[in-house]
């Protein structure tokens, strides 16, 4: 049974779990020209389109671990990722845009030049030192290191990409709760109108 003196959940989402837009393009120019300087590293290409994929989709750090290549359905219509399996275990589609469409074929491309497998059950981010997808903790250090190559705020975190993410497509759709609800898996709308309460004051300094 609740106690009745429980407090009520607040999350504290500020300025700092987002990335402005100035540490966007750094970073992604950053890992770019690193992949353009040597495209024979494996490493440059996982990092960048890793990072590629968090910004365009908003997917919770277990959600990218687990992505396969079979998830990402590209369409003349409507192009998405289907998550197959998401926060309390719920499926989900997410809208993405013809520039990462663009960027995933360009992965794709990688992967079947190197002889990695691109099955519809294949992990679209493979680690060969464990044969299998990237951990979550993988990625977490995977992305420290990118930021620090930014020569970004080393503060952030992979779900700071998720937040990011879900400010930008506010800004977009003009405070779609409803999209950003659909788009982000959120069970609740309640939590995405955590970002709508926050929009004035922290989504549109994050992305000035």
Known sequence: MRSKNKKPFYWDLGLNKFLTQREVVKLKTCLKQRLDSDRSNRLNW???????LGLNSGMRVSELANVRCGDIHIRDELSFIHVRRGK??????IVINKAFCDNYKEFIDWKLKTGEKVGIDDYLLYSPKSKNGYSARGLEYAFKRCVSMAKIDTNHCPHHLRHTHASLLLISSQQNELAVQKQLGHSSSKTTKIYTHLFSHVINNAVE
Do not use: C, D, H, Y
């Not at 996982?46 to 590629?52: L, M, N, P, S």
């Not at 309390?88 to 589609?93: D, M, T």
């Open 46 to 52: 996982v990092e960048w389109f890793f990072i590629e």
């Open 88 to 93: 309390g275990g719920k499926s989900r589609q």
